[in-house]
């Protein structure tokens, strides 16, 4: 009686179309987000609510650019929220780590790469709902003066921005182990913002502190997402926005790697 001897390795994963990508997890993760309380009062609610706070002081109506100091502020305010509520997004990883849930991952045909993309995709998603709060307030609160044009182009531009801080959050979530990866993320993101000029225009800040603020991660990707408006993109913010995006990117990466080497 002759045998027949399999040759198949049974380690061996075949990759799925696309590497994975799988929409129906798209939209688990989606959903997860929304049903975070806290990631829609602080990254949500939390950035309209500053642009209110901000509103009805004297200088608003000066004219900046295509508009005026409300929609300067305006295009501040959401970008403030979409980084926030992109880094939450790439944040959540650290979550998934404490719960073995990365882990169950890895033991899928899922490719590292496509679980970053559907994390970018969540905080694009994500971020363009912080972007559309902070504009229909602005809206509705009718201080903001710019053409129709530039108001849709701040908007896009802040979007794309947001994937600094994805990947930001990724990285993070890989380092800092459970829930206090919000905890870094957000004081640290307020604090950046302060010294980047998001919520203070750096002219009003002494020299020191602006030649400080010239390295942080908010200064290029504020000017950048208010080049609209303002008409004016020094390069070396551009430098500072792609350099910090590289670096991010890397870092995430790079820790990404070593966790998944784990299996």
């Not at 496509?114 to 009718?142: E, F, H, P, T």
């Not at 003066?145 to 530039?150: D, N, R």
């Not at 998001?198 to 080049?227: K, N, S």
Request: proline content about 5%.
């Amino acid at each position: 009686m002759s045998t027949t001897t399999s040759t198949v390795d049974p380690t061996t994963r075949r990759v799925p179309p696309m590497g994975g990508f799988n929409p129906t997890v798209l939209g688990i993760e989606l959903r997860r987000m929304l049903r975070n309380r806290r990631t829609i009062v602080f990254t949500l609610v939390f950035p309209a609510a500053m642009l209110l706070a901000f509103g009805g002081q004297s200088g608003w109506e000066e004219k900046v650019g295509s508009g005026n100091v409300a929609a300067y502020i305006l295009a501040s305010m959401a970008l403030y929220g979409a980084a926030l509520t992109a880094a939450a997004g790439g944040s959540m990883v650290a979550l998934e780590r404490s719960l073995g849930w990365s882990r169950q991952l890895r033991l899928t045909p899922l490719l590292p790469v496509v679980y970053i993309l559907m994390k970018a995709l969540v905080a694009l998603v994500m971020g363009a709902l912080a972007i559309a709060a902070v504009n229909v307030v602005g809206a509705v609160q009718g201080k903001a003066e710019m053409p129709t044009h530039v108001w849709i182009e701040c908007a896009v531009v802040t979007l794309f921005c947001t994937l600094t801080f994805a990947a930001l959050g990724v990285f993070v979530g890989y380092v800092v182990p459970g829930e206090n990866a919000m905890q870094i993320l957000g004081p640290g993101l307020a604090l950046l913002s302060f010294l980047g000029g998001v919520f203070i225009p750096l002219d009003d800040y002494a020299e020191v502190v602006r030649q400080i603020a010239y390295w942080t991660p908010m200064y290029g990707v504020a000017e950048i997402a208010r080049w609209p408006l303002t008409h004016e993109l020094p390069w070396y913010a551009v430098l500072n926005a792609v350099a910090w995006f590289v670096l991010f990117v890397a870092g995430a990466a790079w820790r990404m790697s070593r966790d998944t080497a784990r299996v």
